[in-house]
């Protein structure tokens, strides 16, 4: 079982910048991938950002260039630093973890971003 705790959210005018941190704890083994999902009100949850244990990153394009994320794998942590955030980028962020190859299946709770003036 893997426990996954978001903190960080809150609310942010647009372009503005917020730092999402996530830890890790339980049965962690081998290499993982550790990423970041967002589900905007109304909508599905959705790909922003993902790491692999070896450092490498991908992004949803929306995000790309304006957040970046990183991990410290001695912590079991993930971060992601967002910058020039947009209303759309309002959405509840889940932390995940999952093997290379395997669909995400451990979430936490969430936090909540909000991008308002």
């Known amino acids: 079982q893997v426990q996954l705790v978001e903190s960080g959210g809150g609310l942010v005018q647009p372009g503005g910048s917020l730092r999402l941190s996530c830890v890790a704890s339980?049965?962690?083994?081998?290499?993982?991938?550790m990423g970041w999902y967002r589900q905007p009100p109304g909508k599905q949850r959705e790909l922003v950002a993902v790491?692999?244990?070896?450092?490498?990153?991908d992004y949803a394009d929306s995000v790309k260039g304006r957040f970046t994320i990183s991990r410290d794998n001695a912590k079991n942590m993930v971060y992601l630093q967002m910058n020039s955030v947009k209303p759309e980028d309002t959405a509840v962020y889940y932390c995940?973890?999952?093997?290379?190859?395997?669909?995400?299946?451990?979430w936490g709770q969430g936090t909540q971003v909000t991008v308002s003036s």
């Open positions: 339980g049965s962690i083994f081998g290499a993982y991938f």
């Open positions: 995940t973890l999952f093997s290379p190859g395997a669909t995400p299946s451990n």
């Open positions: 790491i692999t244990s070896g450092g490498s990153r």
